[in-house]
């Protein structure tokens, strides 16, 4: 696939940012050691006026250097590495337009097969990837006391009909009752051990707003409180939490067989496990009455238990 040409000035920004994202896309030598780099290398910064730059490994090589022993850049990146440097610019990039193409180019790969390794890594699209950190950073601009259509465009939604009707599912509740810590809500929460130790849900009436892994039930019971002050919280008591608790179960197989990979560092990882658990409550649809082999099947879970489970507006049950 053919790469747009790097001006010089890109090239030396990206050197003096050790920016990941064009790891792949040119390497640099440095004309007093005679050591070639990838743009990300954590080595001691030289001198703009000391720096060549090459196209690939032969080309630095044919020219004298050799590669450096830090960030080796003869290696080539594993398609873990290369799922990484796409997530790492949708991190830094998140509130931007991001189309397949372009982060497609970072990395030296078509759009198809990027979007085909990404997903196999992460278990989430790269447009789920930048949804969910954009949902993240509208909660934390409103956690902050931002106004609410302020906070709307500055997480990089287009117009604030798309938080409150698609992202409005990702907090549970209206973003002006998020922003009041919750005033108003009524918030019900179950906790149970899963495979990967104690979860929580909660929900209001519009949907899930809290899931979270935890060492225990108590600090789990007080982060719910800390993102949620101003609201009334209770015990799910709905048939002892009979259908809660298979409900769970349906989300704990989900996770367990196609979590993110254990490789990723623990930032990402996390970032890439909570999306999947997002996901997987937004796919159901709203206001039904759904059996446990419904949501099993959609899994991929061939042997589930019986049961029938009552989904909130949104979500949870």
Known sequence: ????VLHADEMLRAVATRDKAYDGRFLYGVET????????????????????????VPEAQVAGYRACKRCRPEERPSDVEKAQ????????????????????AAVGLSPTHMQKLFKSVFGVSPKAYQDGLRARRLK?????????????????????????GEGRRNIGMAPSAYRAGGAGETISYACRRCALGPLMMAA?????CFVMFGESEASLLAALAAEFPNA???????????????????????????????????????????????????????????SYADVAAGIGNTNPPRGRLTLWDSRIG
Request: aromatic residues 8%; hydrophobic residues 40%.
């Open 1 to 4: 696939m053919d790469r747009p």
């Open 33 to 56: 050691t005679r050591i070639f780099c990838r743009p990300s290398c954590p080595s001691r910064a030289a001198k703009p006026e000391n720096l060549r730059f090459f196209a690939d």
């Open 85 to 104: 440097e796409i997530a790492r610019l949708i991190e830094k990039r998140s509130e931007e337009a991001l189309p397949l193409s372009r982060l497609a």
């Open 140 to 164: 934390e601009l409103l956690r902050d006391g931002d106004g609410v259509t302020g906070a709307i465009y500055e997480a990089g939604y287009g117009s604030p009909s798309r938080v409150y």
């Open 204 to 208: 209001t009436d519009r949907g899930v």
């Open 232 to 290: 009334r919280l209770q015990q799910s008591i709905e048939a002892d939490g009979e259908q809660l608790s298979r409900w769970i179960d349906a989300l704990d197989a989900h996770l367990s067989r196609r979590g993110p990979r254990p490789e990723l560092p623990l930032d990402l990882w996390g970032t890439a496990f909570q999306l999947l658990v997002w996901r997987f409550l937004i796919g159901i649809p709203e206001g039904n009455v759904v």
